[in-house]
């Protein structure tokens, strides 16, 4: 069996990779919003941290009614608890990536754990 | 304590975001090869899974020995076993981000992790 599970560019308003990329360790979405959308719901996560990364556009995201701006190349990490809300800008669509992960999971990384 | 932790745009031929982020679930690293280039050795893991994704340029990975092409949007997920190498085109840069979580790691997600 292969060690390796490649695709190409995904498009869309949202596309899960888990099952296209046989994922074990992360879920991760690519998500877009048009000019003036949002995610039309606040949510937490039990066990999840989620880390995104704006990849083209602007827009914000509230984390516990703070309201954090959003640019190409931003990267934000929420924890578990966090309640979370994205916006597109008025004038702007936003992409960005969803990496979710279990909180506290990671043991040795890099060095430590390459061969 | 803030939910959350952010940074903005980061630049150069790598950056490790673990301590920047405040992760625990994952490593990530920016990188960017220069035309021509590679990353100068071959890896594999003892534990991680790697996901990367071609934030922009072209190039190729090597992984088992097999030459995988690598165009702007592509993902790509490797298992801890997989002996891997990265190299730019020889015409263009590439930059990819590397997302390194622990393999199986993962429990519930998305609708079954939220609140």
Redesign the interface.
Known sequence: M?????????EGART???D??????????VNTLDAGSCVPFV???????E?Y?V?SGKGKVV??D?E?TL?????????P???RQFFASPDSPISF?C????????????AE???
């Open positions: 292969s060690n390796y599970t490649k695709i190409g560019k995904v899960e990779l888990h296209k990329l046989n994922l074990t360790g992360a879920e991760i979405s949510h937490a996560h039990k066990a999840n941290e880390i990364f990849i984390v516990d703070e954090i640019n190409e190349g931003d990267w934000i990490r929420i924890a608890a966090g309640k990536i990496i979710q992960v279990k909180a506290g999971s990671l043991g040795a990384y890099t754990d390459a061969l």
